[in-house]
């Protein structure tokens, strides 16, 4: 083990689920000896790792280093080989993906989910709880307070000067902005956030890292990213993977001097 895993390894033992009852006091989630082995090759193998409540946290690291593995793990999609996963002062490594969605995790991947031939404002009408098919959510009707909330939401995502516009003639990252607000109206206390800046103009980028920083005062983030300048647009805690495993984490200035790191994946 490196000094700089060795180092990451004692700042969590202290607070590990398993050996601490006060670990949610800081962690919304905690992952504990976590492995994910497929067909003999294993593609994730986190020692610890914890997530704060209000965090929004970047995870780094070259091509099959483990990132998207951790997210199907933590969203369930994946159950992990060994190992415990614990969020919000409970245990949630046997949950499936729609229990884990229900307690309050959601995910957005990097193609955004949206309706094309429905506005934006239907889009966000959609995600409101309710009957499960399609037309019936359509035809719910809508409460004050529900729109009030999704007017809100569309501010907050740069969006409310497109409302009845459909979503497919909205830019790639307008789609983006979209997609995180029909997660955000859920209420989720983690969102899980795969490549934001993937495909996006400039000055799309910097108003998604803007997004993105302002929702860290109601949610946990967790924001999976290859895009060097976002990242430190982000100025937030980074994480690095590599091989499944953690090489280091910190602040984004002192990871890119770590010499492992350069050469997994900096350096390329």
Excluded at 157 to 183: C, P
Aim: charged residues 25%; contains cysteine; negative net charge.
């Amino acid at each position: 083990m490196s000094e700089s895993a060795e180092r990451i390894q004692k700042h969590y033992n202290n607070d590990n689920p398993r050996d601490s009852r006060l670990w949610s006091q800081t962690y919304l989630l905690f992952l504990t000896d976590v492995t994910a082995v497929f067909d003999g090759f294993t593609a994730l193998d986190i020692k610890a790792l914890g997530f704060k409540h209000n965090e929004l946290r970047v995870i780094i690291g070259p091509n099959g280093a483990g990132k998207t593995t951790l997210c199907d793990v933590v969203s369930g999609k994946t159950p992990p080989t060994t190992g415990a996963v614990y969020f919000n002062d409970s245990e949630i490594t046997h949950l499936t993906e729609t229990q884990i969605a229900q307690i309050g995790i959601r995910r957005k991947f990097q193609t955004p989910s949206v309706f094309g031939s429905l506005t934006t404002y239907e889009n966000m009408e959609l995600s409101l709880a309710g009957p499960e098919t399609l037309w019936g959510n359509l035809r719910r009707q809508v409460t004050p307070e529900e729109r009030d909330r999704i007017l809100s939401l569309m501010e907050d995502v740069r969006l409310i000067d497109q409302l009845y516009t459909k979503a497919k003639y909205l830019s790639h990252g307008q789609r983006q902005w979209l997609a995180i607000g029909t997660l955000i109206l859920a209420n989720p206390k983690l969102l899980l956030i795969d490549e934001p800046a993937a495909g996006l103009t400039d000055s799309e980028t910097e108003l998604t890292a803007e997004l993105l920083s302002s929702l860290k005062e109601n949610h946990t983030l967790i924001v999976i990213e290859h895009d060097m300048d976002f990242v430190s647009q982000l100025d937030s805690k980074v994480t690095v993977l590599n091989e499944g495993k953690i090489m280091d984490e910190g602040r984004l200035e002192d990871v890119k001097k770590n010499r492992e790191v350069i050469e997994a994946y900096l350096g390329r």
